[in-house]
């Protein structure tokens, strides 16, 4: 019996992301940018319009030229898929979500006269969060710490010596959010888990009395 070939929509909030982020592009190349600059970057703007606030998350579906496009979107494509079988579909959405609302926010706040727009910070987030998914079983990954110096530290080094226009500091800070996420799943994980044991130390006085046997006799009698 021959087997069929089936194309699966595998991760479907990392495919999504990646589907919207290609629309901006040929948007703003369709429009000469302005849809770009409009929808997908950031810049401080008055708090009064409406669109200052989808820019806070929508610049990371924004990117100035296809190399821009497939430098994120390579890697994105190539560790999202693993973050998002591992945590799930909402939890996946949620870490973009508060990925580009962090970025956004530190880009309005404290760099007035710049424009960010860009999935990098999204992507950092994924690299260092996929380092999370072996935590927990036999301690810490040693990915993970590889990560952290080669990554971060490279991104910090640039920011100090470069004078490009990358974004190191959106770098950093979505290593730093993917760091959070990662020690906040592994934490809501332990506490589930001691949970389950301090269940099993709070049933044990009843199951040695023995009358869990009597209640469930009296119930099938």
């Known amino acids: 019996m021959k087997r069929r070939l089936v194309i699966r929509f595998n991760a479907p909030v990392i495919l999504t992301f990646a589907l919207l982020a290609l629309l901006a592009l040929l948007l703003g190349n369709w429009t000469d940018g302005a849809t770009t600059y409009r929808y997908f970057s950031v810049y401080r703007s008055a708090l009064s319009d409406p669109l200052t606030y989808v820019r806070f998350f929508g610049h990371v579906l924004g990117h100035a030229d296809y190399d821009h496009y497939m430098g ?131 049933c044990l006085p009843r199951l040695r009395s023995g009358k869990w046997v009597n209640s469930v006799t009296r119930e099938n009698l």
């Open 72 to 202: 994120n979107m390579l890697l994105l494509l190539l560790v999202g898929p693993g973050i998002e079988e591992k945590y799930g579909h909402r939890t996946t959405a949620l870490c973009i979500a508060a990925t580009a609302l962090v970025t956004g926010l530190v880009q309005f706040l404290f760099f007035p006269t710049t424009v960010l727009l860009g999935a990098s910070g999204v992507v950092f987030m994924m690299i260092v969060l996929s380092s999370f998914t072996e935590m927990g079983k036999e301690g810490i990954p040693i990915t993970l710490i590889l990560v952290v110096i080669f990554y971060l530290g490279g991104e910090l080094l640039d920011g100090l010596t470069s004078s490009d226009n990358v974004s190191q500091l959106t770098h950093i800070i979505g290593g730093l959010c993917g760091l959070v996420f990662g020690l906040g799943i592994v934490a809501v994980y332990i506490c589930i888990s001691l949970d389950d044991v301090c269940k099993v130390f709070l």
